[in-house]
Structure formats: structure tokens, C-alpha cells
């Protein structure tokens, strides 16, 4: 098993930013993809960014490239996601996700592809 604790959400007003982290404890796998999702109210859940293991290759939903950045500190097992130049559309409860799999071998995009999923934390963006 493994449990993802996500913490750093919070109000801020547009144009502001944010740094959500996901720390990992329990087993963890040596080729596993991290991501982020978030989940409006009303709203499917939807996916923001992935990372590999290694940290080199990363991918981001269109709404986010540009001013999100996902990254990793496998030493602290810990997964980020640096958030700038929000917006109130950014609204959203935000979850961290662990795939088993490599980032190539998935569809990361695909919520059901995940294995393992953190309670999510709160981000509220003000206009």
C-alpha cells in the first residue's frame, strides 16, 4: 500500500501562486508516474500534470502549460505542483495520484489508470 497526504492548498487571489506537495509513505515502486488532478464542484475530475520516476519527462493539461510546474523529490518521496498566475477557473479540489506503471506505458490522463489516491486539498482562487 501506499498513502499520499497532500498539503499546501489555500485562498489566494488571481494572479497569485501556490505550491501543493504529495508526500508518499509505505511501499513505493522504483518506476512510478506521479500526477495531479482536480475535481470542481459539479464537475468530473480532471488531470493537470504527470511526472516519471526520474523526474525528466513530465506532461500537462493545456488549461495549465505555462503556469504549472509538477516536480519531484524521490529522496523525500514527495511530488510537487508549483502554481502560478492563478486563476478563478483554477478552482478545484486537487488530488495527487500514483500510477505503478512508467508514464510511457499508460494513458496518464485517464483517471482509472491510477492505483493510488491522496484525500485532496483545497485550492480556491478569488477574481
Known amino acids: 500500500q501506499v498513502q499520499l497526504v497532500e498539503s499546501g492548498g489555500g485562498l489566494v487571489q488571481a494572479g497569485g501562486s501556490l505550491r501543493l506537495s504529495c508526500a508518499a509513505s509505505?511501499?513505493?515502486?522504483?518506476?512510478?508516474?506521479g500526477a495531479w488532478f482536480r475535481q470542481a464542484p459539479g464537475k468530473e475530475r480532471e488531470f493537470v500534470a504527470a511526472?516519471?520516476?526520474?523526474?525528466?519527462?513530465?506532461a500537462y493539461a493545456d488549461s495549465v502549460k505555462g503556469r504549472f510546474t509538477i516536480s519531484r523529490d524521490n529522496a523525500k518521496n514527495t511530488v510537487y505542483l508549483q502554481m502560478n498566475s492563478l486563476r478563478p477557473e483554477d478552482t478545484a479540489a486537487y488530488y495527487c495520484?500514483?500510477?505503478?506503471?512508467?508514464?510511457?506505458?499508460?494513458?496518464?490522463?485517464?483517471?482509472?489508470?491510477?492505483?493510488?489516491w491522496g484525500q485532496g486539498t483545497q485550492v480556491t482562487v478569488s477574481s
Open positions: 509505505g511501499r513505493t515502486f522504483s518506476t512510478y508516474t
Open positions: 495520484a500514483v500510477c505503478i506503471y512508467a508514464i510511457g506505458s499508460f494513458n496518464y490522463q485517464r483517471t482509472t489508470q491510477y492505483h493510488y
Open positions: 511526472i516519471s520516476w526520474g523526474g525528466s519527462n513530465t
